[in-house]
């Protein structure tokens, strides 16, 4: 094994420290830090109604504070350890690799945390701080449920009341989801409004905070939203970029040429980005949804098709359709269908600090299956996004490269849809 210090051209050669606000060992890059308005360059942004603004900054400051708190961090670092099984394994994907012909694969095995994906670390700083803010309950949306299952999991182990909001239609969809949240003692609030999914659950879910902020604390489910929820997910989430950086430079004496990951709302991207925004030699891409194809109205390809615009209280790249409101988007990973996206990959894109493209429905499958049947690890479909782009770049490249993928999440919930798809 060689060390950091060798004179490989993917070597650490940062001498400047990262410079971090916060005191633990993992924190955000200045990069992705907001201003005091809550703004990254021109996206984000704090939330305007006086009552909302009010708990918001409540929780700002409640934040900031308690990540500094030796308290916090040392049952942060003992859940991490001891309930979500942290450190996640870097898995090098061999026989993937090999059939490509091109770059190395690796995978930040999310997969394997307590709940199948990444979504359960900024769920446990979430209720966490609700819990050491003195509030009784934690409430949420949720699109496919996989916040909402995270959320609920993380309330039953700090004894805390959860209320989730949901559109009927996902209600029907994700049956398995809400059947995991009841018995985890959530209460499922149906949301029949509008077409009854993620964007009026959103709505309902703030609405019924605005009655209750004093007791509650409203939980997002990713790296987006008014001020502070970027930082505040994007923090929780960064563990895992933190993670990988170390652990690779351990097990290669590298670091890679790419890191990827899917794009929904943000989160995953930008907590494994967070370890590598220092490392100019590393490339960062975020893969979105590009559907049934970016030249058909069937995507979620916010970067990539979007404009400079506003959804729930925060500005971003955004789908809008031809009215100015938020588009209907499609892709086949629910958890990738939002017509926005974080505002810290809105400001990473204009700088060109990290790039973004995106993958169809077909390429996803593709990848879905081939990862099943060549590593034995059925990936999220959401997931299956980023490999499916790690595959065709890693053709281009060559046996020495190696790439990074943020495997987001296991694919057990997708498995019946995907045998609709796919002929056996
Ligand atoms: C929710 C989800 C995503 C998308 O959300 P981000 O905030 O963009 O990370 C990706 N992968 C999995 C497994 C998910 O559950």
Partial sequence: MTTANNSNSHTVN??????????????LHQSILPSDEGLYGEYGGKIEHPELARAMNEIEVGFRKIIKSDDFINEMQRLRETYVGRPSPIYHARRLSE??????????????????????????GEVLLAKKLGKTKVIAETGAGQ???????????????????????????????????????????????????LKEAVDSAFESYLGQVD??????????????????????????????REQFLATTGKLPNKVVACVGGGSNAIGIFSGFLADECVELVGVEPAGEGLD???????????????????????????????????????????????????????????????????????????????EGIIPALESAHAIAYAMKIAKTMSADDSILVNLSGRGDKDIDFVLSKVDL
């Fill in 14 to 27: 940062k001498t400047q420290d990262t410079p971090q606000k916060t005191c633990d060992k993992y924190g």
């Fill in 99 to 124: 059939q490509g012909g091109g770059a190395q694969i690796y995978f930040k095995r999310e997969d394997l945390n307590h709940t199948g994906a990444h979504k359960i670390n900024h769920c446990l």
């Fill in 147 to 197: 916040h909402g299952v995270a959320l609920a999991t993380a309330a039953a182990l700090m004894g805390l009341e959860c209320e989730i909001h949901m559109g009927v239609v996902d209600i029907k969809k994700e049956h398995p989801n809400v059947s995991r949240m009841k018995i985890l003692g959530a209460n499922i609030v149906p949301v029949s409004q509008g077409a009854g999914t």
């Fill in 215 to 244: 007791s509650s604390l409203f939980a997002i489910g990713s790296a987006l939203g008014p001020a502070p929820y970027p930082e505040m997910v994007s923090y929780f989430q960064s563990v895992v970029g933190h993670e990988a």
């Fill in 296 to 374: 058909t109205p069937n995507h979620a390809a916010t970067m990539s098709k979007g404009v400079k615009g506003a959804i729930h209280g925060f500005k971003c790249y955004v789908l809008l359709d031809e009215n100015g409101e938020p588009a209907p988007v499609h892709s086949i990973a629910s958890g990738l269908d939002y017509p926005g996206v974080g505002p810290q990959h809105s400001l990473l894109k204009d700088k060109q600090l990290a790039s973004y493209e995106s993958v169809t429905d077909a390429e996803c499958l593709d990848a879905f299956m081939t990862l099943s049947r060549l």
